[in-house]
């Protein structure tokens, strides 16, 4: 088959100036938009609030360890600013709190509630599905930006982590969000040239560091070498406007750490996860190195670190615990990535006659070359996402330290992005040149063929699944090689075959968290593999046979207890009804999964401190935060986590015991178990002197001792 003939347009500048990219990329109006375009992405952005959106109360308060912090916020704009577990500020969470913020304003503004503190992490997942199509859809001219677009979208939706993490509390999708809106100005400073586009995505990177400390920043590499290849201007210039946006960068970063690093140690909370009370610490440590090296610099435990993600190697992300996550379209993004690249290279787009990016013409027309101004921009937005990807991937698969399977939903966006743009350079270069006729299909047998793999690991998950994408792959490759030998009858079998093998797998465990509340502590998607820590959200039985209805509530209609509800503790003071507990334990019942490892303490004991408290700020100090945010939110009032996230925090000193005790702050701790509170600690040892054991006959008997081992209540004052 020959190449088209091919007409080229006058040489372009290397770098175009910003006054010739805008009106081309910018300024597009809605008139110049396929009819479909627009019903397609409120299709998609729907489909997205549904699946994140559904049945959403049916995980409780999801992670019962930001709950407490987003309640306590609510409580106290100390304990708000600072992202204290308690409304007394006596510790931080392990995270910054940004995203909690998010949450906490939602829950001034609505009142406290498992919607009111869920629902804007649903918004933020919607809206980081419609940057990622904005941002696809500028990069590509004509109907082709589109189409690239809506499958960049589709796949970010159906990723099933990230349908799993939008449905919880934890800052991963908030900082998701932030890093798209970075992105998405990244493209804007290299499309248009305006300086300010480029500080505004550092300040947004920023912003992201204040919601999970390093990992905002393992997009920077991208950001920065794509700048200084694509952008227009001198290379001085650029230089100059990375350096201005390093200072965004690092003032945006830092301001909040800085302030609370300053502030009197005895006027705010502990740094939580810290061994020295600072941010810094927490950044470098717990939060930074320790979970590249796997040593915790912090607080937050020692040794190797926990991988509930599986043993870190470059297969990890394509484990069995992993794989159903996240790694269903990452051969494909590969596969996309070298494509797009080679196809936008010059000798590339010469012979496939620009039919590639501008989607005119065919093999026997004669078409318009590039238009010089787009190439650029595609070839950036390419390098961007790679690059993206590629940093995520080392960074994710050899980490030694603490690694949870919801991490990887940072790399949804440039998987989906990679899949969009590749997926049409692909076709449409398939349709342009028998040369490249086999790219796309072996793109789609490559993803099928893993899809059929991931899916036969779990035999009892919808069992002919996998055999109809294997059919489905077949289809595909076979169609959309014919079609690059000209069949063009059989184009909307094949590209109709391709996405069902790419995207049925993925979809199928997506649709497992609607059903079940997941595990707010470590979320995923699809049926339990048997292995890591809490297993994913899925269905009981793993999908036998087809998908179960009643998803409202549960499998087949299933409620679960909480706070206000049978089996619960009742409504804390002051918060509205909303709160459950899968199974229908009530908050703070031995055994109950919270925050973390562990349980909290006894209903009895709960209602004999309640009565108990006086005028104290505290209710009781536990050795950890486990116990701390189930009574917190069972109760409604503040509750001492000496030991912080893991019990291993140093928070807790006896001076500082004594002076809460002298001002009467305190009255109650429970000692034994893990924390300060625990063992033969200094702290244990002086409660153990000066305070008056609590008789079991006065909490309620015998059985309403503490959950955290052999614990004992004392009393202190």
Known sequence: MSTPPVTTSPAAPARPSARRTAPWTARRTARHDPRWARPAMWAVLVLAAVLYT???GAGGYANEYY?????????????????????????TVDKPPFALWVM??????????????????????????????????????GPAGHAAALVAALVMTLTPIT????????????LVLLLVAAAWFCLEAIRTGRPRTIVISAVLVGLAFTTKM????????????????AAAGEFSRRIGRLLVAGVALAVSSAWWMVIVDLWPADGRPYVGGSTDNTVWDLVVGYNGLGRIFGRSGGGGGGGQGASFGGAAGADRLFNDIMAGQISWLIPFAVVALVAGLVLTGRRAAALTGGAVLRGEGDRS???TALRPDRRPATRAALLLWGGWLVVHYAVFSFSAGTFHPYYSTAMAPAIAALAGMGGVLMWRALRSSRAWAWALPAAVAVTGGWSFAVLRRTTEFVPWLAWA?????????????????????????????????????????????????????????????????????????GFPGGFPGGFPGGPSGARYGGPGEPGGTGTPEGMPPGGTRPGGRAVGFPGGFGGGPGGGISDAMVAYLKKNQGDATWLVAVGSAQSASSVILSTGRPVIAMGGFTGSDPAMSVATLKRYVAEGKLKYVVVGGRGPGGGDSEVTEWVKANGTPVDSAEIGGAEAGGAEGNSSLYKLA
Do not use: C, E
């Open 104 to 141: 906490g304003l939602s829950a001034r503004v609505f009142g406290f509630g498992t919607w009111s503190m869920l629902l804007p992490q649903a918004a933020a997942g919607v809206a980081s599905v419609a940057l990622v199509h904005s941002a696809v859809r500028r990069s590509l001219a």
């Open 163 to 174: 349908v799993a993490i939008n449905r919880d509390n934890n800052p991963d999708t908030v």
């Open 67 to 91: 709950a407490a912090a987003v309640y306590s916020g609510t409580q106290s704009w100390k304990a708000f600013f600072f992202g204290a577990l308690d409304a007394g500020s006596f510790i």
């Open 54 to 56: 559904w049945a959403l």
């Open 214 to 229: 390093l990992q905002a920043y393992l997009v920077l590499p991208a950001f920065a070498l794509v700048y200084l290849y």
């Open 365 to 367: 027309a004669t078409v």
């Open 469 to 541: 994408v294997a059919g489905a792959t077949a289809v595909a490759a076979l169609g959309l090689v014919a079609v690059g030998y000209g069949v063009r009858r059989v184009t909307v079998v094949a590209l109709a075959a391709g996405l069902f093998a790419g995207l049925a797998g993925p979809a199928a465990y997506a649709l497992t968290p609607l059903g079940s509340g997941v595990n707010g502590t470590n979320p995923t998607a699809g049926p339990s593999t048997g292995r890591g820590m809490g297993g994913p959200g899925g269905f009981p039985g």
